[in-house]
C-alpha cells in the first residue's frame, strides 16, 4: 500500500477505555517496519514485523506499521510482508521517500508513539515537535532475543 492516496491506512481499529462514556480513544504506535525488520541481521524477517504488530497491540495501541519501498526486495518472506500489505496492516512508503520522515510526521500528527531503536539523529528536532510531543520522548525500544521481539518498558 502506498502513502498519500490511502489515507484511510493511517486509521485503524478504534480502542475505546471505558472512561469517555462511547467515545473511541485512538492511542497509536508507529512502527518503524524497516529497524524492526533488519534488528536481527540480514535478510530483514517479516516475522519480526508481525511480532512488533502482536506486542504493540498486546500493550493497548494501535499499531501502524510503516515500511519503505526497498523493503520488499530484500524481505526473507516477501509473501508474508506482501499479504500484511494487502491486509492494510502496513504503510508502504513511496520509492525514493524517505519513510523515515514519512514515521516522524505520522507520529506527529497522531500524537504517537514510535516504536524503533533508530533515534532519529540525523532530523531536526525543534521542526518535528509540538507542545505536547517530540521524537525523543515518543520513542519506544525493543529488544529480539532468540528470534522473539519483545517491546521495553
Known amino acids: 500500500m502506498k502513502h498519500p492516496e490511502h489515507r484511510d491506512a493511517l486509521e485503524p481499529l478504534s480502542a ?4 469517555n462514556k462511547g467515545k473511541s480513544i485512538r492511542k497509536y504506535m508507529i512502527i518503524d517496519g524497516n529497524n524492526v525488520a533488519y534488528s536481527d541481521g540480514e535478510p ?4 519480526l514485523i508481525k511480532q ?3 506486542q504493540v497491540v498486546k500493550a493497548g495501541y494501535e499499531p501502524i506499521i510503516i515500511i ?3 523493503l520488499s526486495y ?3 518472506d516477501l509473501m508474508e510482508l506482501t499479504r500484511m500489505i494487502n491486509l492494510s496492516w502496513i504503510i508502504e512508503a513511496e520509492g525514493n521517500t524517505d519513510d523515515d520522515i514519512l514515521i516522524i510526521e505520522s507520529a506527529l500528527s497522531k500524537k504517537a508513539k514510535i516504536l524503533s531503536n533508530d533515534r532519529f539523529i540525523q532530523y531536526d528536532r525543534l521542526q518535528y515537535r509540538s507542545s505536547d510531543w517530540s521524537i525523543v520522548g515518543s520513542l519506544v525500544k525493543f529488544t529480539v532475543i532468540n528470534g522473539k521481539l519483545s517491546i521495553q518498558p
Open 44 to 47: 530483514p524477517r517479516a516475522i
Open 16 to 19: 475505546n477505555n471505558g472512561t
Open 74 to 76: 530484500k524481505i526473507d
Open 52 to 54: 512488533a504488530r502482536a
Open 68 to 70: 519503505s519501498a526497498a
